[in-house]
């Protein structure tokens, strides 16, 4: 089992759509990702959370350390969001703070 | 200012071959690691470099893979005799120190170079 699992694996919505990935990690962590990886391969970190919520523009990043457990939301979506969406979480079982990633959620919104 | 820069972007060649790949981080960032992202797979860890400390290679898949950071900026991945399977994208990225433990500072990704082992 990955020490941190993303769902859904692909997404399809209509632009306008309230989306949700959801995250769940196995491991102590001090830190939380969610990178955004375009076609072209470029990564862009969103938001670093290690507890309650953060939003930037329409999206909204929240964490439950409790339950280990993070959600990314992006409210009135738009083509432009397709890409891949990753959580990567550091781990204070590791050494540094090098990241563990989820295999990522492609999603794609139609015009 | 300027971010993380790789080189190169794409990189073909022939099994059997070494290659050498280059990161240039943020200046300033003193931590440095590698990430690889093989086709329909996520990203894996491969090395991290603090500092003046030892790096950490533990996600180095074998011996023919080294890496070094001179003058604790720029950083080369050497990758020995590829392999089919070494085919992936390479990615860097860069940070403000990483310690104390109860400090974090975000990681700052390069484009990557895109390496095809034919």
């Known amino acids: 089992k990955n020490e941190v699992e993303q769902s859904p694996q692909n997404l399809t919505a209509q632009e306008g759509e309230f989306i949700t990935i959801n995250c769940s990690y196995s491991v102590g962590i001090s830190a939380l990702h969610w990178l955004q990886q375009h076609p072209g391969g470029g990564i862009v970190s969103l938001f670093m959370l290690s507890s309650g919520k953060k939003k930037h523009g329409r999206l909204i990043a929240t964490i439950n350390i409790q339950e280990k457990h993070s959600s990314l939301h992006i409210t009135a979506s738009h083509p432009r969001d397709s890409a891949v969406y990753i959580c990567?979480?550091?781990?204070?079982?590791?050494?540094?703070?090098?990241?563990?990633f989820g295999e990522g959620t492609q999603l794609t919104v139609n015009p | 200012g300027a971010g993380v820069s790789q080189s190169p972007s794409n990189k073909v060649t022939e099994k059997g071959k070494d290659v050498e790949l280059r990161c240039d981080p943020i200046s300033g960032h003193t931590a440095l690691y590698w990430y690889r992202q093989s086709l329909g797979q996520g990203l894996e860890f491969l090395i991290y470099?603090?500092?003046?400390?030892?790096?950490?290679k533990s996600g180095l898949p074998s011996d023919r893979f080294s890496a070094e950071r001179t003058g604790g900026s720029v950083s080369t991945l050497t990758i020995q005799r590829t392999q089919q399977e070494d085919s992936a994208v390479y990615l860097c990225?860069?940070?403000?120190?990483?310690?104390?433990?109860?400090?974090?500072?975000?990681?700052?990704f390069g484009p990557g170079t895109r390496l095809t082992v034919t």
């Open positions: 470099f603090q500092g003046n400390s030892a790096p950490d």
């Open positions: 990225a860069s940070s403000f120190t990483s310690e104390p433990r109860d400090r974090y500072y975000e990681q700052y």
């Open positions: 990567a979480v550091r781990s204070w079982e590791t050494s540094g703070s090098r990241l563990t």
